[in-house]
């Protein structure tokens, strides 16, 4: 990733260019933000689905490490910071029309998931019922967050 203070993104003027070109031009929702989903660079396991605004995205490309933005508590959120459990980018990934951003990610310590597993999506929908039920994809946390977050 670049180590350098000056980025910037590209035009979104051109649609030709922003679906074919080769020049980042993120497209920011109404809120200023964009999906990015952490997947594992090794085993392609899907980690977790965050938002990045455009400082998140600038400091993620700056550091080489996760920087995400908060929804809930509407600040930038650099993945690990309380945790340890940080997330080295080794590449991003964007979509045809650039409004959405996959992050391949080395994930350090035991897990991504503030309830304590690796992986955000530790359960599964199973047949359809009234209310529809959750099975268990990922059986054990890998860790306890009560220890890791106090």
């Known amino acids: 990733m670049s180590t350098s203070t000056e980025i910037a993104f590209g035009s979104r003027e051109d649609r030709a260019a922003v ?3 080769l020049v980042f031009a993120p497209k920011f929702d109404e809120h200023g933000l964009i999906v990015a989903v952490a997947q594992d660079e090794t085993t392609n396991e899907v980690l977790m689905v965050a938002y990045m605004n455009e400082e998140s995205l600038r400091q993620t490309l700056e550091l080489g490490e996760a920087v995400y933005y908060s929804r809930s508590r509407k600040q930038l959120w650099h993945k690990g910071a309380t945790s340890g459990h940080t997330q080295v980018v080794s590449k991003i990934l964007t979509d045809c029309d650039q409004d959405a951003l996959v992050l391949k990610v080395h994930q350090h310590g ?3 998931c503030h309830a ?3 992986s955000c999506f530790y359960r599964n929908i199973q047949e359809p019922g009234n209310p ?7 059986a054990e946390p890998s860790y306890d967050p009560g220890k890791v977050y106090g």
């Open 116 to 118: 304590g597993y690796r």
């Open 19 to 21: 679906e074919t070109g």
């Open 132 to 138: 529809v039920a959750l099975g268990q994809e990922i």
């Open 110 to 112: 035991p897990g991504c």
